[in-house]
């Protein structure tokens, strides 16, 4: 009778570890634990960087545009990520997201690496 448990609790076992590794996976996918606090802190960071980018970069209307746009876009995101509907979010769109807010720090990043200095003389 003993034994007739086992496979259930073989079977049980596998379920188990493998919803832990699917949970894991989407962790991994994130960020983080919080599946929208690492989104969170991404958008926060690419905000701050599009406002010192505002700040540092040349005064060219279509650069400056394109940093408000960026703003813009940052607090809808931030709006987006507190609501019902992100939660429902499909793992990959959510992936999908990271991803283009990564490209979007990156290319801040290169934006403001690539603003001459305000001076010629060495600091």
Known sequence: ????????LGWLTRK?????AARHAARRATGERNSHGGLLRLLEEVRMLADAARRVCPPERRL???????????RRLAELVDSPEFRDMDPERRRMLRRDLT???EQLLRAMGQTPAPTRRLQ
């Open 1 to 8: 009778m003993a034994g007739e448990g086992r496979p259930v």
């Open 16 to 20: 188990w570890r493998s919803l832990c």
């Open 64 to 74: 400056q545009a394109r940093i408000a746009a960026v703003n813009v876009e940052m």
């Open 103 to 105: 490209y979007s720090r």
